[in-house]
């Protein structure tokens, strides 16, 4: 079954950072549910690492997005749409995958981005396979938000997500 990504990027005015991922889990790809929207798993820590970072309480998609704003944060995934080989949510499971090219591309040229992050290595490296390298532009990689990610502590992701964030 092709699954499409439920969500459009998010690209405030004058984003200076893009935060890219892989594609969402099933959660969000297969049922609908309220209040969804990137990373929003029950079980991923990526909105506690970013409530740490910006020391802010974030419980809704409004108060996400309010915050995205504020600090000129574009989001989106590296996939478009995909299929599973088995009904998992690992990035190893995606398979016949389509990338968000034409929307990144655009999101790069008609922002001043100045830095990329990746959620992870994978990404990252999966980026570099498929897209062109953006000129100009610093590329990081952040820990895994997943919980699955178990080579660090919830407290050094925030440290590390902290380093990539505020100094930007």
């Known amino acids: 079954m092709i699954e499409k990504h439920p969500f459009t990027p998010f690209v ?7 935060i890219l ?16 929207w990137f990373y929003c798993a029950n079980r991923n820590q ?3 690492i ?16 309010e915050l995205f704003k504020q600090k000129h944060i574009a989001i989106t995934d590296i996939i478009e749409s995909c299929e599973r080989r088995e ?13 968000n090219k034409v929307a990144i591309a655009k999101i790069v040229a008609q922002n001043p981005i100045t830095k990329i992050l990746f959620t992870s290595k994978s ?3 999966e980026f570099l396979q498929n897209f062109d390298k953006p000129k100009g532009i610093e590329l990081a990689i952040l820990p895994s938000p997943s919980p699955v990610f178990r080579r660090m502590s919830l407290n050094d ?10 100094l930007s």
């Open 157 to 166: 992701k925030i440290n590390v997500y902290k380093s990539q964030l505020l």
């Open 46 to 48: 990526f909105w506690k």
């Open 12 to 18: 405030p005015q004058n984003s200076r950072i893009l």
């Open 50 to 65: 970013i409530e740490s970072v910006y020391d802010q309480v974030l419980l809704t998609t409004s108060s996400k997005q």
């Open 123 to 125: 990404v990252y490296l």
């Open 87 to 99: 009904n998992k949510n690992s990035d190893d499971n995606l398979i016949n995958k389509v990338y």
């Open 21 to 36: 991922g892989s594609f969402p889990g099933r959660e969000s790809t297969q049922t609908i549910r309220d209040n969804d």
